[in-house]
């Protein structure tokens, strides 16, 4: 998984108590590198309320449907699987007939057939399992994948991706880099040829693409943490 995928776990479904789920998403040509993440509610019940509780959840189709849609596609992405979690003594999935449409496996299996179907090019169904040790608050991440080839579930390590060490710089030099900018500020303001209007203008511009260029920087120079 990418670096940044376990923390926005931790501050999303892993704040709540079983069971909670979110989609894992990435490109089929690399079908076990997730990229994106993205939390969904529950299919509401009969009442009115979200169909969840300390042993079940039931995926919302019709979100992760708008959610492949809108968001995936059009990358060039495409869902691959399904991380949620699980009550703290319950690290597998689970499973009934398929077909029954109850359980882990029967669900994962159900929608890779449709895949299959649909010749979508998905074949192993992602299916971590986050537990949560109540003392400490720590997560587990326990990994499975599922195949239609395969009857039982398959044991996986999960990866997070340390971030890459050209991201890794030194403190960005933010005398220097601004030199530039507030010698051009000067001049602009030194302009007696130009009307007022015309040099804050001028000036405006000049803060904007200072802004977008510190931006830049910030985002290709930081240094991200990477969980241990």
């Not at 997070?160 to 991201?167: I, V």
């Not at 040829?193 to 040099?199: E, L, M, V």
């Amino acid at each position: 998984m990418d670096h940044d995928v376990r923390q926005f776990v931790l501050n999303s479904i892993c704040r709540h108590p079983p069971e909670h789920y979110a989609i894992l998403a990435g490109n089929l040509s690399d079908p076990h590198h997730v990229t994106d993440c993205r939390p969904m509610p529950p299919m509401l019940g009969c009442d009115g309320r979200l169909n969840r509780g300390v042993s079940h959840v039931q995926l919302n189709a019709l979100f992760i449907e708008y959610y492949l849609n809108m968001e995936l596609l059009p990358a060039d992405k495409y869902v691959l699987g399904v991380i949620h979690s699980h009550p703290s003594n319950l690290t597998q999935l689970t499973g009934r007939l398929d077909g029954s449409g109850q359980g882990d496996i029967p669900s994962i299996r159900a929608a890779l057939g449709r895949a299959a179907d649909a010749q979508k090019n998905w074949n192993d169904f992602l299916a971590p399992i986050i537990t949560m040790d109540v003392e400490v608050r720590e997560p587990t991440f326990t990994g499975w994948i599922v195949r239609l080839d395969q009857s039982t579930p398959i044991a996986a390590d999960i990866v997070f991706e340390e971030p890459s060490r050209d991201l890794v710089a030194a403190p960005i030099p933010i005398e220097d880099w601004m030199t530039p900018y507030l010698a051009l500020v000067k001049r602009v303001r030194a302009d007696r040829s130009s009307s007022t209007g015309h040099k804050r203008w001028m000036i405006k511009k000049l803060y904007q693409c200072m802004r977008a260029d510190l931006a830049a920087k910030i985002k290709k120079h930081r240094v991200r943490r990477c969980p241990t």
